[in-house]
């Protein structure tokens, strides 16, 4: 069974920085790629981030590139994401979320964590 | 970035009707399109992936399709447990966008 475990989750102040992790299990990590999505209160999904499977592509949301960081560790099968330059509009549920195939091109997430809170709020 | 417009943003339906929500992608994805499921307090779950494929386990009433750059997520027979807010995705254009869901009551 596909497990995704977020966590590191925090009440943080505008301009603070904020490391995820999220745990996987069930699957070979090390053979798909992965990525972050958000969820504002009451908004809809967006897409922040996505790691290739060798770790050799990452690519942003616009609005977080600069300032966001993601990485992965394919012996421990962990997702990180490093949030840097915090703003009060990052504030969201931020979900992992394993992708179907290895690649960049195509992105289609089949299964997902249950979500970790950030808040920005001084 | 490409645009992804829903339409409902929401509906009202019975148990037992078929329920259609629509997906018009900005410019062509060919088959590029999932759609997810969430409901409240949890996260979305993949029903339909490459626009008309079904994600292991969903239920056969749960069906995708496609016309040009419209999508149609089709429910051909709603059950109670249908409640939540759908969302489609287009998968192959940097940035990988959403559309703004489709909240699906029971009446």
């Given amino acids: 069974e596909v497990q995704l475990l977020e966590s590191g989750g925090d009440l943080v102040q505008p301009g603070g920085s904020l490391r995820l992790s999220c745990a996987a299990s069930g699957f070979t990590f090390s053979r798909y790629a992965m990525s972050w999505v958000r969820q504002a209160p009451g908004k809809g999904l967006e897409w922040v981030s996505v790691i290739t499977s060798s770790e050799d592509n990452t690519h942003y949301a616009d609005s977080v590139k600069g300032r966001f960081t993601v990485s992965r560790d394919n012996s421990k099968n962990i997702l990180y994401l490093q949030m840097n330059s915090l703003r009060a509009e990052d504030t969201a549920i931020y979900y992992c979320a394993k992708n179907r195939y290895g690649g960049d091109v195509v992105i289609e997430f089949d299964y997902w964590g249950q979500g970790i809170l950030v808040t920005v709020s001084s | ?107």
């Fill in chain 2, 1 to 107: 970035d490409i645009q992804m417009t829903q339409s409902p943003s929401s509906v009202s339906a019975s148990v037992g009707d078929r329920v259609t929500i629509t997906c018009r992608a900005s410019q062509g994805i060919a088959d590029w399109l999932a759609w997810y499921q969430q409901k409240p307090g949890k996260a979305p779950k993949l029903l339909i992936h490459t626009a008309s494929t079904l994600h292991s386990g969903v239920p056969l009433r749960f069906s995708g399709s496609r016309s040009g750059t419209d999508f149609t997520l089709t429910i051909s027979s709603l059950q109670p447990e249908d409640s939540a807010t759908y969302y489609c995705q287009q998968a192959n254009n940097l940035p990988y966008t959403f559309g703004q869901g489709t909240k699906l009551e029971i009446k």
